[in-house]
């Protein structure tokens, strides 16, 4: 991995080795990334804000992983896996689209899920496009009709993506059909253009990609041509083991986990992560570890597997389960993870 600029990134090209640069080689790279900047805005193509916005699991972030051809956002099948704004970075040739990768809203039961709909919600705020992804495969749920009547407020251009098409298209005309119906009684005349693909497949992507190239502005590229997201390390790394978790609690108790890194150790050959479990209860403890620590063992040999894969460096992930009582309820606490 190298970094670039300030910023806390994670660039398409990844170096050999730990990145660990001394004051002198940050400045270097500082104005390094001020030339490519200017180098940027010369290169005149068409290049925009996306927000890909939809209910919880219909495929958000597997697309964006798929377009990107690399792992920005962390996937499961639990619902508001996502729980942060990730922006994932597409340049080509064309230009550059700036993805939002949003939490998926659904019905909140709390604090927490409604913040995560709000942070949902305001990203279509300053879009130059929207891209509502629905599951073709399922019939429409609530959330999907909100999000429509929801574009429907504003002539933001708009893409509507029926994904999950390798496991069933029963759902499109209906879907369609909602829209129509939404229109009509709201007399509205914006034409979103409907697209059927498989995030998981590849299928519709290069007419996904085509649709809103001709959709964003001419203009510059928005960040240099390297970065893939500029989401934070540490988040980043709290959601890869996050999703870990997901892999192996399935609807045990992952809404009730929160990560947290506390620290990253970095040495030429290996970065050791310090990082905290957090749940709700004394009682969630022992799930979180497991029999013998089994759980929490597998959970930390996934994680550096896949760090090692993301940033080119030998990993360390040691995890420390702490009790921290109705976190969800706890405004400066989900500030603090970035949920609020
Ligand atoms: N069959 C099939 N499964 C898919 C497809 N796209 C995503 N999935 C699966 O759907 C589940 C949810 O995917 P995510 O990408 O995490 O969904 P999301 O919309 O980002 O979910 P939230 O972050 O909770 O809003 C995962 O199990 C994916 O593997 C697809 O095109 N076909
Ligand atoms: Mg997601």
Same mark, same amino acid.
């Given at each position: 991995?190298?970094?670039?600029?300030?910023?806390? +990134?994670?660039?398409?090209?990844?170096? /050999?080795?730990?990145?660990?640069?001394?004051?002198?080689? /940050?400045?270097?790279?500082?104005? &390094? $990334?001020?030339?490519?900047?200017?180098?940027?805005?010369?290169?005149?193509?068409?290049?925009?804000?996306?927000? =890909? =916005?939809?209910?919880?699991?219909?495929?958000?972030?597997?697309?964006?992983?798929?377009?990107?051809?690399?792992?920005?956002?962390?996937?499961?099948?639990?619902?508001?896996?996502?729980?942060?704004?990730?922006?994932?970075? !597409?340049?080509?040739?064309?230009?550059?689209?700036?993805?939002?990768?949003?939490?998926?809203?659904?019905?909140?039961?709390?604090?927490?899920?409604?913040?995560?709909? %709000?942070?949902?919600?305001?990203?279509?705020?300053? &879009?130059?496009?929207?891209?509502?992804?629905?599951?073709?495969?399922?019939?429409?749920?609530?959330?999907?009709?909100?999000?429509?009547?929801?574009?429907?407020?504003?002539?933001?251009?708009?893409?509507?993506?029926? +994904?999950?098409?390798?496991?069933?298209?029963?759902?499109?005309?209906?879907?369609?059909?909602?829209?129509?119906?939404?229109? &009509?009684?709201?007399?509205?005349?914006?034409?979103?253009?409907?697209?059927?693909?498989?995030?998981?497949?590849?299928?519709? !992507?290069? &007419?996904? /990609?085509?649709?809103?190239?001709?959709?964003?502005?001419?203009?510059?590229?928005?960040?240099?041509?390297?970065?893939?997201?500029?989401?934070?390390?540490? !988040?980043?790394?709290?959601?890869?083991?996050?999703?870990? $978790?997901?892999?192996?609690?399935?609807?045990?108790?992952?809404?009730?986990?929160?990560?947290?890194?506390?620290?990253?150790?970095? /040495?030429?050959?290996?970065?050791?992560?310090?990082?905290?479990?957090?749940?709700?209860?004394?009682?969630? %403890?022992?799930?979180?570890?497991?029999? %013998?620590?089994?759980?929490?063992?597998?959970?930390?040999?996934?994680?550096?597997?896949?760090?090692?894969?993301?940033?080119?460096?030998?990993?360390? =992930?040691?995890?420390? =389960?702490?009790?921290?009582? +109705?976190?969800?309820? +706890?405004?400066?606490? !989900?500030?603090?993870?970035?949920?609020?």
């Amino acid at each position: 991995m190298v970094e670039c600029g300030g910023l806390e +990134n994670r660039c398409a090209r990844k170096s /050999t080795g730990g990145s660990n640069p001394s004051s002198s080689a /940050t400045q270097t790279t500082r104005s &390094a $990334y001020c030339i490519k900047m200017e180098e940027n805005a010369l290169k005149i193509g068409r290049s925009g804000i996306v927000a =890909v =916005v939809g209910r919880t699991n219909v495929g958000k972030s597997t697309l964006l992983n798929a377009l990107l051809g690399e792992k920005v956002s962390i996937v499961s099948d639990t619902v508001q896996t996502t729980r942060n704004i990730i922006r994932a970075i !597409l340049t080509e040739d064309r230009g550059q689209l700036v993805f939002l990768d949003t939490p998926g809203v659904h019905k909140a039961d709390g604090d927490f899920g409604r913040n995560l709909n %709000k942070m949902a919600r305001s990203s279509v705020g300053g &879009a130059d496009a929207v891209l509502l992804v629905l599951d073709a495969s399922k019939k429409s749920w609530q959330e999907d009709e909100g999000w429509m009547r929801r574009l429907m407020k504003d002539d933001t251009p708009c893409v509507i993506l029926l +994904n999950k098409t390798d496991i069933g298209t029963g759902f499109i005309a209906s879907y369609k059909e909602l829209w129509a119906n939404i229109a &009509a009684e709201k007399n509205c005349a914006l034409k979103p253009v409907w697209i059927e693909a498989s995030a998981l497949k590849g299928d519709g !992507l290069p &007419a996904l /990609t085509k649709t809103l190239f001709l959709m964003v502005p001419e203009g510059p590229h928005l960040f240099p041509e390297e970065i893939l997201t500029d989401y934070p390390r540490k !988040l980043n790394m709290a959601d890869v083991i996050r999703e870990k $978790y997901f892999d192996r609690l399935h609807d045990e108790l992952p809404h009730c986990l929160a990560i947290w890194i506390e620290e990253i150790e970095e /040495t030429q050959s290996k970065w050791t992560i310090q990082a905290v479990v957090y749940v709700e209860r004394h009682s969630q %403890k022992g799930i979180v570890i497991g029999e %013998k620590g089994r759980l929490l063992k597998s959970v930390q040999y996934q994680a550096e597997k896949e760090l090692f894969e993301m940033y080119g460096v030998k990993m360390k =992930v040691k995890l420390w =389960v702490k009790v921290e009582k +109705n976190w969800r309820k +706890n405004f400066f606490f !989900l500030k603090k993870l970035g949920y609020a």
